[in-house]
């Protein structure tokens, strides 16, 4: 009889039986099912499941989450139900099919553009500071610029051009490649595509607009004719190419013998797909890019844009939390191709800062509770730059009029934003530091839509929240709910050595880095406490080590990113690399123990590649968590800087 027989049992019967499975798979701590009907699941009877901690729908899989005993309870579940598992790339496959055709455009617009974001805006800044100092002139009297005075400035002036350059007029070719690299094709294709499409051969696609059309160079082929325009800047041309060579790609794939595959494919995938780019759906997609920016362009510059930037900024707080933001880096970029500049991403850091300080409002708000501070201010600051799933998720979601706070105070600033005018040099930073890509001619006007956005959401949170939260959420009475783990006392003050591997009660960091309160990590079951209590870490390290001296009871041998350990005070920890990493399928990761090893502090369990997690578009952030305490009661230590095996933060 298995361990969880009569566990298995419960759950194949409440999941809706065998015929209500298309497909199954597990990660380290979760089974992930892909439902026929996920209206026949019965969520209240799995959730008595005695192995069963929780349940949840993400991405179209229905999620069990089990604990480090995933791996026993699976294959268990498996045998009963008499079906086969399958890999998570089948699974998350499967699992579009459970989505709504917008769930999977922005789904794939966002796993497309996630590896571009960061060049964006650092293209973007680049522009501004190249604006700072070679177009507003400041000195003389306001006749002249920095780079008019100085041959430095001139000479940085003309090389950061290097840059934005190649960030905003080569974006096709980090397009493409993206595209092929989400799809799973040939990468070095898509990058080759890319770069016809911006080809110093070509009319460059910025000149098009000013070039009279006899003087626009062709292809002559006889009895056609195929004008030499570069696609220099554009967004949705270059998505339809890309979208081209990969589906060309897969076809010839698979009815191309294996023997002349090498040759064969690239060749007959590469050569049409540059063909169809310059004949067809580049012009198309030109059209298409056009049409969608002008009709948001319209709509901001229109005598109705105060109702539009009002709508836009009240809503865009909730958007992010569904998903459906990414496409506004597309109509972002657009914008900025089709007239040197965007009204639309200013709004966008305005909504980050006002529900940044609908959080700061909180931080005061719970002044005395310490528990909660340890969640707002990181989460205050990090939306002040840009980040705001801790803001949103960690604190004004959980409250809720926080949230609400800042949808009305976005949408205060973004009226005032697109009242006066204000347009942005191309996306920015997020937050604050956003001003450095706001055109100068619109700084002062932005600073006003900024201090709205900042005062509106504090003033109201503030004023709500003093009536609307219980004594027990600010700290000025002690909460009727079960006391939670305390944090360790001077952590900070105690000696950075490694403590004596005799010092059962001691548990170091498995990973150099920022040690973060539990609530901040960006995944429901981890930040929720599902799994049991822990912490967070923003890893500064790539080694995975053992936090103390202890047994592996379970590893992620195909995927290769978490760990579990059973101490020797009974203890059970977990430790799992990046969020949603099991996704990778191992790239990246190097695993350094198998189950039933026997660990001492300090030995390697595990070593990764960050740049690698962060190009899947995955936060590195590691969860560091107590699954089981057995009799003893865990006290944590965050908010301090620690080192793999040396720097306690767990203390029985």
């Not at 229905?62 to 498996?78: H, K, L, M, R, S």
């Not at 522009?127 to 700072?132: D, S, Y």
């Not at 203890?571 to 191992?586: F, W, Y």
Request: proline letters at 5%; hydrophobic letters at 50%; glycine letters at 10%.
């Amino acid at each position: 009889m298995g361990k969880y027989q009569a566990d298995v049992q419960a759950l194949l019967q409440a999941i809706g039986g065998r015929e209500n499975i298309q497909a199954v798979s597990h990660c380290m701590t979760r089974m992930r099912f892909v439902l026929v009907d996920p209206g026949r699941a019965d969520t209240s009877a799995i959730d008595r499941i005695p192995a069963v901690k929780g349940t949840f729908t993400q991405a179209g899989q229905f999620q069990v989450i089990i604990g480090n005993d995933v791996a026993v309870f699976y294959n268990e579940f498996t045998a009963c139900a008499g079906i086969e598992g399958v890999s998570k790339d089948a699974v998350k496959a499967a699992a579009k099919t459970n989505q709504s055709p917008l769930q999977r455009l922005m789904g794939t617009l966002g796993e497309i553009f996630a590896p571009i974001i960061p060049v964006l805006i650092c293209g973007g800044l680049i522009l501004g500071f190249r604006n700072v100092i070679g177009e507003i002139n400041f000195l003389d009297g306001g006749t002249h610029s920095l780079a008019d005075v100085s041959q430095f400035w001139a000479g940085l002036y003309s090389f950061l051009w290097l840059i934005g350059e190649a960030v905003f007029h080569m974006l096709p070719v980090g397009i493409v490649w993206s595209i092929t690299k989400k799809m799973g094709t040939t990468q070095i294709l898509g990058i080759v595509l890319g770069l016809t499409l911006v080809s110093p051969q070509l009319l460059n696609g910025f000149s098009v607009a000013t070039t009279a059309a006899a003087d626009i160079p062709v292809w002559d082929f006889g009895f056609i004719q195929v004008q030499m325009i570069g696609y220099q800047g554009q967004v949705i041309a270059a998505m339809l190419a890309g979208f081209v060579l990969v589906y060309l790609e897969k076809f010839f794939k698979r009815i191309c013998p294996e023997v002349v595959s090498m040759i064969v494919v690239p060749f007959c995938s590469l050569v049409p797909a540059v063909v169809i780019a310059h004949t067809i759906v580049g012009p198309i997609g030109w059209q298409i890019g056009d049409a969608i920016a002008s009709v948001v362009y319209a709509g901001l510059t229109s005598h109705v844009r105060w109702l539009f930037a009002a709508l836009f900024g009240l809503l865009y707080a909730p958007i992010v939390m569904t998903g459906l933001h990414h496409m506004t880096n597309a109509i972002d970029s657009q914008l900025v191709n089709l007239y040197d500049g965007t009204n639309l991403w200013p709004m966008i850091a305005l909504s980050n800062i006002a529900q940044g300080s609908a959080v700061l409002a909180m931080s005061v708000l719970q002044k005395k509770n310490e528990r909660a501070q340890q969640v707002n201010i990181p989460a205050c600051i990090s939306c002040y730059l840009g980040v705001t799933e801790p803001a949103l998720f960690g604190v004004n979601l959980k409250y809720g009029f926080p949230l609400v706070c800042g949808m009305i105070g976005s949408a205060c600033a973004a009226v005032i934003s697109i009242g006066t005018g204000v347009e942005a040099y191309s996306i920015g930073v997020g937050g604050l530091p956003g001003i450095l890509s706001i055109k100068p001619q619109f700084w002062v006007n932005f600073l006003a839509a900024m201090l709205v956005a900042i005062a509106v959401p504090f003033v109201l949170t503030i004023l709500i929240g003093s009536r609307k939260l219980a004594r027990a959420d600010r700290g000025l009475a002690e909460s009727a709910d079960a006391p939670v783990p305390a944090a360790i006392p001077a952590i900070e003050e105690q000696p950075q050595e490694a403590p004596a591997a005799s010092a059962a009660a001691d548990v170091t960091s498995p990973l150099s880095g920022r040690v973060i309160p539990m609530e901040e990590i960006p995944d429901q079951v981890f930040s929720q406490g599902v799994l049991g209590e822990g912490v967070g870490i923003e890893p500064t390290g790539n080694v995975v080590v053992a936090p103390a001296d202890a047994t592996v009871c379970s590893v992620m041998e195909d995927s290769r990113h978490a760990v579990g350990l059973s101490l020797d005070n009974g203890a059970e920890l977990l430790i799992h690399v990046g969020i949603d990493t099991v996704s990778m399928n191992g790239d990246g990761f190097q695993l350094h123990v198998k189950e039933g090893d026997r660990v001492h502090l300090g030995d390697r369990l595990i070593t990764f590649d960050p740049e690698k997690i962060k190009a899947a578009g995955h936060p590195t952030t590691t969860a560091f968590l107590v699954t089981d305490p057995g009799d003893l009661t865990p006290a944590f230590a965050t908010g301090i800087e620690a080192q793999a095996g040396q720097t306690v933060v767990i203390r029985f």
